[in-house]
């Protein structure tokens, strides 16, 4: 019973946060220390990091 009410309460939890995901979105990016908070937190992900850096420092054809 236990298991089942902590499964019942995750699964409410995740579909409220899926479907005001836009409106939590917004509220972060417009405050300015949740704005740097996040953007620190998804830069330290190593694959997001790996991506920025092949493309901040990836050379183009045209300047030889």
Do not use: E
Not at 4 to 32: H, N, P, Q, W
Not at 41 to 56: C, D, G, H, Q, Y
């Amino acid at each position: 019973m236990r298991l089942a009410f902590s499964i019942l309460t995750i699964i409410t939890g995740a579909t409220i946060l899926y479907k005001i995901r836009y409106k939590l979105l917004r509220y972060m990016i417009s405050v300015g220390i949740l704005r740097k908070l996040t953007a620190a937190t998804i830069a330290n992900l190593p694959s997001v990091r790996r991506k920025m850096m092949s493309f901040m420092f990836q050379r183009s054809a045209s300047s030889s």
